[in-house]
C-alpha cells in the first residue's frame, strides 16, 4: 500500500516527539533546541496531542529525557506527509512526502526542528 498525506489529520493539531539527550543541541545563545538530526528518519514516530500525554510519549520512548512540540502544518510545510498509526493511542508516522520510502531530507529535518519547541523535561 503507498503512503499518502492522511488529510483527515488537520494542519493545527500538536505533534509531541519524544528526544534523548544527544537529540538536543544548544543554539548560539545557548538554549537549547531540537537537533535536526532528531527528525531524520525512515519513518519519524511521534504522537497527536490530541489523543496522547507527555506521559504517553515517555512510556513509549523510555530514553526520551525532553519532547519536541510542532504542528502538521510544520510537518507539510518540510515537505513531508502524516499517517495515523495507532496503536498505541495517537501514534503517527511522519515520511519524507516525494519518496515515503526514503529517509527524510536534512532539509526537511531541519524544517521541522526549527518549527519545533522543547516542552516536557524529564531530566
Known amino acids: ?59 513509549e520512548y523510555p530514553k526520551a529525557t525532553r519532547i519536541a512540540r510542532f504542528t502538521v502544518r510544520d510537518i507539510r510545510a518540510a515537505n513531508c506527509i502524516i499517517q495515523n498509526e495507532e496503536p498505541p493511542k495517537g501514534h503517527v508516522g511522519i515520511y519524507r512526502k516525494d519518496n515515503p520510502g526514503q529517509r527524510i531530507s536534512g532539509g526537511s529535518a531541519g524544517t521541522i526542528a526549527r518549527s519545533a519547541t522543547l516542552t516536557t523535561d524529564r531530566r
Open 1 to 59: 500500500m503507498a503512503l499518502a498525506d492522511d488529510l483527515s489529520i488537520p494542519d493545527n493539531i500538536a505533534i509531541l516527539r519524544g528526544l534523548k539527550p544527544t537529540e538536543i543541541e544548544r543554539d548560539s545563545r545557548g538554549v537549547e533546541i531540537p537537533a535536526r538530526a532528531a527528525f531524520r528518519s525512515y519513518c519519524l514516530s511521534a504522537f497527536r496531542a490530541d489523543r496522547a500525554t507527555a506521559a504517553d510519549v515517555f512510556a
